[in-house]
C-alpha cells in the first residue's frame, strides 16, 4: 500500500506539470488568487505594525492549507487513484511555468518590435519593479533575473516539496511564497510584519535554490550556453545577492547566457543597488526566448527528480523511520516502558 501511495504521489505531480505546460493557470476562478484574496482579508483583521502580529498571521494563513493537504492526504492513504488526481489538481494550481516563459517570449517579441511602452506594461506580470523609465537593456534584465528566480519559486521548488511532503508540501510552499509575495518587503507597512512571512519563504527557498542553479547549470547548452563558464559564474557570483536565494538562480542564469545581471532596480517609491553578476554585455531582447528555454529545461529536470523521489529516496526515508520507531518500540518494552 504504501509502494502504491509512492507511485500516486509521483504520478500526481507528473500530471500535474502536464496539466501546467499544456494549459498554464487557470484563466478564471485560480485557486492561488483566492488564498490571496483570503489571505488579504486577514490581514486586515490582525495587521498591527509588529514581527508577533506577522508571525499569527503567517502561522494561520500557511497552517490552514497544510491542515487541508494533510486531511486530504489522511482521506485518501488508501485510495492512490483518488491520492494521484488529488496531487495533479494541486500540482497545476502551484506550478507557474508555462505562464513565465509565456511572459519571457512575448517580451521578447515586444522589444524585438521596438514597442517599449507594451513592454513596460508586460512588465508587471513578472516583477515589481518601476518600468516608467526603464529601456530596453534594462526591460530585458528585469525579464532574465525574474525568469531565473521564478523558475525556482513558480517550478522546481513546489515539486520538490510536493515530491517530500505530498500534498500539504504543494499547497503550504505555495502559501508561504505567496505571502512573501504580499507582505514580505521593505515597505513602512510591511517593515515588521511581512518578516516571518519573508523569512519563512526564505527557508523553504534554500534547497529549491541552489538545485535551480544547478540545474541551470546542467541544461545550458539546450540553449546555446556554456556549461563551465555557468558554474564558475555560479560559484564566484551566488552568495553576492542580498537575498539568500535569488543570486543562486541569478548567477547561474547570467553564466548560461553570457550576460551581466545586477545594478539599480527602481520599485515604486524606494530604489536598489545590487552587485553585478556574469560576465559580459547587459542582456537584450534576443536573451529572452534562451531564457525561457532553459528555464523549461530546468523544469523538466526538476520533475524527473520530484518523480523519483516518492518511489526512490523517500520509500527509503519512510523505511528507515519505521525501522527505527519499531526498535525504539522493543527496546521500551524490554525495559518495562511499554507505550
Keep these: 500500500m504504501r509502494q502504491s501511495v ?53 502561522a494561520l494563513a500557511v497552517g490552514v492549507p497544510v491542515l487541508v493537504g494533510a486531511a486530504a492526504t489522511v482521506a485518501t492513504r488508501h485510495r492512490p487513484v483518488g491520492r494521484a488526481v488529488l496531487m ?18 512575448v517580451m521578447g517579441r515586444a522589444l524585438r518590435g521596438g514597442d517599449l511602452p507594451k513592454a513596460r506594461r508586460r512588465l508587471g506580470h513578472l516583477c515589481g519593479r518601476d518600468p516608467s523609465t526603464l529601456d530596453e537593456p534594462e526591460l530585458a ?28 508540501g504543494l499547497l503550504g510552499y505555495r502559501a508561504a511564497n505567496t505571502l512573501d509575495a504580499m507582505v ?21 527557498n534554500l534547497a529549491p535554490a541552489r538545485l535551480t ?18 558554474w564558475r559564474v555560479w560559484l564566484r557570483d551566488r552568495n553576492d545577492h542580498p537575498s539568500p536565494n535569488a543570486g ?17 532596480n527602481i520599485y515604486f517609491g524606494r530604489s ?38 516518492p518511489v526512490t529516496v523517500g520509500r527509503l526515508a519512510g523505511a528507515v523511520a519505521r525501522t527505527g520507531w519499531r526498535g525504539l518500540a522493543t527496546r521500551a518494552r524490554g525495559t518495562g516502558h511499554g507505550w
Design 6 to 58: 509512492a507511485v500516486a504521489n509521483a504520478a500526481g505531480l507528473v500530471a500535474g506539470y502536464a496539466l501546467d505546460s499544456l494549459l498554464g493557470d487557470p484563466r478564471r476562478w485560480h485557486p492561488v488568487a483566492g488564498f490571496g484574496r483570503a489571505a488579504g482579508a486577514l490581514e486586515q483583521r490582525v495587521y498591527r505594525p509588529d514581527r508577533t502580529a506577522g508571525v499569527v498571521f503567517t
Design 88 to 105: 495533479a489538481a494541486a500540482t497545476w494550481t502551484v506550478l507557474g511555468g508555462r505562464t513565465l516563459r509565456h511572459e519571457s517570449k
Design 141 to 168: 534584465r528585469a525579464t532574465v533575473e525574474s525568469v531565473a528566480e521564478n523558475t525556482s519559486d513558480a517550478v522546481v521548488a513546489p515539486l520538490l516539496w510536493g515530491a517530500v511532503a505530498g500534498l500539504p
Design 184 to 204: 514580505g518587503h521593505r515597505s513602512p507597512r510591511y517593515a515588521r510584519f511581512g518578516t516571518p512571512a519573508a523569512r519563512l519563504d526564505d527557508v523553504l
Design 213 to 230: 542553479g544547478l540545474l541551470t547549470i546542467a541544461v545550458a547548452p539546450t540553449a546555446h550556453g556554456d556549461r563551465g563558464r555557468a
Design 248 to 264: 543562486q538562480c541569478e548567477a547561474a542564469m547570467a553564466g548560461a547566457l553570457g550576460v551581466r545581471l545586477g545594478g539599480r
Design 272 to 309: 536598489e543597488v545590487r552587485p553585478y553578476l556574469g560576465d559580459g554585455p547587459r542582456p537584450e531582447a534576443r536573451h529572452l526566448k534562451r531564457a525561457a528555454r532553459i528555464s523549461g529545461a530546468v523544469g523538466l529536470a526538476a520533475l524527473g527528480v520530484a518523480a523519483a523521489y
